[in-house]
């Protein structure tokens, strides 16, 4: 039946788009969260699988070993993503002019995000390697006594969060760079013609119109940090002990190491609600700063 317009229905253009997102997103959480209702253990023939209602989340709540991974996780987010945030917003202002060669350094300074994760855990797990290591020789050298970097849980967890900061901070580099791009030069020009200084132009003008792009960078960068897994594998695989085992590693650990599918869907569907919190949480301060954008507009 075709509508006011002439033109037939929409569904049929709609309908393809729509069975490739249920099948790529909505029926695998459908899925995940089934499984996590069942004792699912992963073993030859599937075992025997059990409808047990909530208790894997149950069982969850009482695991300490689950709360140490999601103070883990928690902490390598409000670690590394503010140093990304700020080391990025640095190199955007410090690069945000035309000069000899800036576009070749613009470049350069890209280049770790396009790093593959497990090659990049790769590079800093020999680099951070006791005996031949890039760093424990280049103290050797100084006279500095052998360190086991990644044996040491304190180190090993300082390292996961550097080699994020490392290959990530480009990336909100990248974000900040082509906000910034985006400001008037008249506004700036007109503030510094009356005599605002740079800390004024830069609290004043600068960070409230890319206050849209920087929410848009943290909401990338927390749901990216709340599935790192690759890297810090590589690295540490967890250890030493529990010191690295962030909440993606002990989620693979029960699921493979455990034989526990039905827990480690339980843990997949709690880190998808600490996502949609996240981001509900970021969406609606962007939407609330449009809407005071909007109010003075038409003041």
């Known amino acids: 039946m075709k509508g006011a317009g002439g033109h037939g229905s929409p569904v049929p253009f709609l309908l393809p788009a729509l069975l490739i997102v249920f099948a790529v997103l909505i029926f695998p959480i459908i899925f995940s969260f089934v499984v996590s209702l069942f004792d699912w253990p992963l073993s030859a023939g599937g075992g025997s699988r059990r409808f047990i209602g909530a208790s894997n989340y149950v069982d969850l709540v009482k695991d300490k070993e689950f709360w140490n991974s999601l103070k883990l996780q928690l902490g390598f987010i409000f670690i590394a993503i503010p140093l990304e945030l700020v080391l990025g917003l640095a190199a955007a202002l410090l690069l945000n002019r035309e000069f000899q060669g800036g576009r070749v350094i613009r470049a350069l300074i890209l280049l770790p995000v396009f790093f593959l994760p497990v090659v ?12 031949y290591g890039a760093l424990n020789n280049f103290l050797l050298a100084l006279g500095a006594p052998e360190i086991t970097w990644l044996g040491d849980p304190t180190f090993a967890y300082a390292a996961i969060i550097i080699q994020d900061i490392w290959r990530m901070w480009p990336f909100v580099f990248m974000l900040l760079y082509a906000g910034l791009a985006g400001i008037s030069t008249d506004i700036l020009e ?7 200084h740079f800390s004024k132009r830069l609290f004043s003008i600068i960070l409230p119109l890319l206050y849209p792009t920087i929410l848009t960078a943290l909401l990338l960068r927390i749901i990216d940090a709340l599935r790192i897994f690759s890297e810090v594998y590589v690295m540490t695989e967890g250890g030493p002990g529990m010191a690295t085992t962030l909440f993606s590693l002990y989620t693979h650990r029960q699921a493979f190491g455990y034989m ?22 970021l969406v609606r301060k962007n939407m609330s700063l449009e809407k005071l954008e909007e109010r003075g507009g038409d003041r």
């Open 120 to 131: 990049s855990g790769m590079t800093w797990r020999f680099m951070l390697q006791p005996r």
């Open 190 to 196: 007109a503030a510094e013609i009356d005599g605002a």
């Open 260 to 281: 526990k599918v039905g827990m480690a869907s339980a843990m997949a569907i709690f880190l998808l609600v600490i996502s949609i919190v996240f981001a509900v949480t």
